[in-house]
């Protein structure tokens, strides 16, 4: 008795333990925007011609792109490792980091286009023909292509009702649409002239982009964004292996 009461107690710990190292990351991401959100609203800003105090959107514009090609590599990983065991899981995985690599593409999306209404407009013409000028921009049409590509991959998986087929030709589609990303945002975008900063490198990852008090927040902004991203995107998962369970049972 004494034995299976140790037993017991063991396992339980175990246990206890398990679950203290599932949850560490979850209370690293809490802590990591929290300071972020903070450090980005008090951090002192290089006071920089038409930028100003919008420079604190760097927190949060390139964080999320930051996130959006976490996830969406994360998502090509899946479709790669179901594409080589067949296992239904795996075209779970993709689709859900998918699914919240367009949302933080599309908030991406949006910080950028907020931030460059009070930057790139000229403010001695009416809004409407500002943005006509601007709307050219080929990073703007280059993110904007590379999240139709990413929805047309959700269209194609829902417009195929076999299960098995839906998972192999969403994944092969998947590789195509993360292939599709070099040249959309990152390459074509600096072979046209352009307003966006970083023409000849990656804007804000140089040290000489932005100030050292900046530094301190930008890391932590951009793994923290980056966690949550991961997190949604476990929830998501999970709810929908049990509605795939439930279907089969």
């Known amino acids: 008795m004494h034995h299976f009461h140790n037993y017991h ?12 190292n599932r949850y560490w990351w979850k ?19 290089p006071d920089l011609p038409a930028l100003e105090e919008t420079s604190r959107n760097l927190f949060y514009h390139v ?26 899981k795996y075209d779970i995985y993709a689709k859900q980091y998918a699914n919240v690599g367009i949302l933080f593409g599309l908030l991406g999306y949006g910080t950028g286009a907020i931030w460059m209404s ?8 009416p809004t409407f023909d500002s943005f ?19 929805a047309a991959y ?26 599709m990303l ?14 966006h900063p970083g023409q000849d490198g990656n804007p804000a990852m140089n040290f000489k982009d932005v100030s ?15 966690l949550l991203g991961v997190w949604i995107t476990t929830l998501k998962i999970r709810y929908n292996l049990l509605k795939e369970k439930n279907m089969l049972s």
């Open 9 to 20: 107690l063991i396992q339980n710990m175990a246990t206890a333990k398990n679950k203290k």
């Open 27 to 45: 209370v690293l991401c809490v802590v990591l925007l929290v300071y972020a959100v903070a450090g980005g609203l008090l951090v002192k800003i």
């Open 63 to 88: 964080a999320m792109w930051m996130a959006m090609m976490t996830l969406f590599t994360v998502s090509v990983v899946n479709s790669i490792r179901y594409l080589r065991t067949f296992n239904l």
């Open 118 to 125: 009070y930057t790139w407009a000229d403010p001695n013409n």
């Open 132 to 150: 006509e000028s601007v709307a050219r921009e080929p990073k703007l049409i280059g993110a904007a292509t590379a999240l139709l590509i990413y």
């Open 154 to 179: 959700l269209v194609l998986r829902d417009s195929i009702t076999d299960m098995d087929k839906r998972a192999r030709t969403a994944a092969v589609y998947n590789i195509f649409a993360f292939a």
């Open 182 to 195: 070099f040249p959309t945002i990152w390459i074509v975008p600096r072979l046209l002239p352009s307003l």
């Open 212 to 226: 050292s008090d900046m530094r301190k927040v930008q890391l932590p902004a951009y793994i923290g964004w980056t």
